[in-house]
């Protein structure tokens, strides 16, 4: 089987949802649940769906993509990251993940390559502590480290709760339906930007993290 990633078409889409943003360029700003954001998300499940995968969202915006495999009982082996994006932030972050894990599933596809297990691209909502002063709050539903009650009390700067902002947004679905079933996935692997020194003094194009440091966020308002 032979694979091959279509870095024209990877940097061109790159390019488009990085067009998409309330900042000029080169910087990008996308609030989770502003009209920007809504614009950002129909134009990936667009893309998504031309490649043929079944999308679907949650309350509180995740959005899947599958591709289903020869056992769809079978737990998923998952890929994403997220393409929310704090005030003036760069191009790369978190979109490189999402991006790059759909590209990852076309070049298996143009390969002829057919899994046993489900292969779903996940793109978590508000990953960005921007809005409601907590990051990885799609993450935190998802995995159940947070309550849906407590989410959804959540308020922004405009005083303006979770579920008040996401219903405006057209997600209407339960809290407490979001956490994932133990098992869901059978891994999950995240493609991102190295958002340190370390690689490029290396020189060395990719690494492998294997432990990561626990994140504290503190909203100040």
């Not at 502003?34 to 667009?46: F, G, H, S, V």
């Not at 915006?61 to 890929?79: C, E, K, Y």
């Not at 990251?81 to 790369?92: C, L, T, V, W």
């Amino acid at each position: 089987m032979k694979l091959e990633i279509d870095q024209q078409r990877l940097r061109s889409e790159i390019e488009t949802l990085a067009a998409i943003s309330d900042a000029e360029p080169p910087a990008v700003t996308r609030i989770v649940f502003t009209p920007t954001d809504l614009k950002a998300r129909a134009w990936m499940i667009a893309r998504c769906q031309e490649a043929g995968l079944a999308v679907r969202q949650d309350a509180i915006g995740n959005i899947f993509a599958r591709w289903s495999g020869a056992d769809p009982a079978a737990p998923a082996v998952g890929t994403g990251s997220h393409i929310d994006a704090i005030p003036n932030a760069g191009k790369y972050d978190g979109v490189v993940g999402v991006l790059g894990g759909l590209e990852a599933i076309r070049a298996l596809q143009r390969g002829g390559f057919r899994a046993k297990n489900s292969i779903e691209l996940l793109i978590f909502a508000t990953e960005e502590p921007t809005r409601f002063g907590i990051g990885c709050l799609g993450s935190r539903l998802l995995s159940g480290t947070l309550s849906a009650d407590a989410a959804g009390k959540l308020k922004d700067g405009d005083g303006e709760t979770v579920d008040e902002v996401r219903r405006k947004a057209g997600f209407n679905g339960n809290l407490q339906d979001v956490k994932l079933a133990k098992g869901y996935y059978k891994g999950f692997v995240e493609l991102h930007i190295e958002q340190g020194p370390l690689l490029e003094r290396a020189r060395t194009s990719l690494g492998i993290v294997k432990a990561s440091q626990r994140r504290r966020a503190f909203a100040f308002r």
